[in-house]
């Protein structure tokens, strides 16, 4: 069973994967969890995870629309990422 601290620990931690030190990379990923994260089905946040363990360049040719991750699921989360920064989300 899951504790609040345990929650609290565990969103701290995903925002500080977060923080890539990239100003367009930071944005998105941070909006993105603040706005949809905690909506997500398990699997949409086992691929965040995945998405967050790319690096930095291929992380944001992902997000920017400019390449698409092999895995599906990834590939669906990393838009979600995509949709979520945009404008009127």
């Known amino acids: 069973m899951l504790f609040s601290s345990d929650l609290a620990l565990d969103e701290t ?4 994967q977060c923080r890539r ?5 930071d944005l998105m ?7 949809r994260y905690a909506d997500l089905p398990i699997k949409a ?9 790319c690096q930095d360049q291929f992380l944001l040719d992902y997000l920017m629309g400019q390449d698409i991750p092999t895995d599906k699921d990834v590939a669906d989360v990393a838009k979600q990422v995509r949709d979520a920064a945009g404008p009127g989300s």
């Not at 931690?13 to 500080?16: A, G, P, Q, V, Y």
């Not at 946040?45 to 363990?53: S, V």
């Open 45 to 53: 946040k086992k691929a965040f995870h995945q998405l967050l363990k």
């Open 21 to 25: 030190g990239m100003l367009e990379l």
């Open 29 to 35: 990923l941070e909006t993105f969890v603040e706005k």
């Open 13 to 16: 931690r995903l925002r500080w």
